[in-house]
């Protein structure tokens, strides 16, 4: 089964990809619809319609086993904060096989802090190690 690895935390999801259901936020199979499925906080404030940059990630291990970048993340990854050679957008990187993806402070700290998500209302905990 594939895994997926959010870091700092340093949580990995080992998952089925043919018995998951779909969450109905970003594409199917996305590191979002996975995070949603395993009741883990990723920021999505567009509900995984690839408008804006809220699910950003950077790929650490794994390029290879997400689906290619199309035209429309590519343009909207050019508004991201924190912009690397590795960037993608949760809601639009299918997964393939095991990655290894961090979220950027920016949005890790915005959540830990109290500062809810504008589509799940308050700041969900992170689940225990």
């Not at 089964?1 to 959010?6: I, S």
């Not at 291990?61 to 909207?76: F, K």
């Not at 096989?97 to 890790?108: F, Q």
Request: some cysteine; glycine content about 12%.
């Amino acid at each position: 089964m594939p895994k997926v690895t959010l870091l700092p935390e340093n949580i990995t999801v080992d998952y089925d990809p043919d018995a998951m259901p779909y969450s109905e936020h970003g594409k199917q199979g996305s590191i979002l619809d996975i995070c949603l499925n395993h009741g883990l906080h990723l920021e999505h404030a567009c509900g995984g319609s690839c408008a804006c940059t809220t699910c950003h990630v950077i790929v650490k291990q794994g390029d290879g086993n997400l689906s290619e970048m199309d035209d429309d993340e590519a343009d909207r990854l050019d508004m991201a904060a924190g912009l690397t050679l590795h960037s993608r957008l949760g809601c639009q990187s299918v997964v393939k096989g095991d990655v290894v993806v961090e979220i950027p402070g920016w949005n890790r700290n915005y959540v830990s802090e109290g500062g809810g998500s504008i589509n799940l209302g308050a700041a969900i905990p992170a689940p225990k190690k």
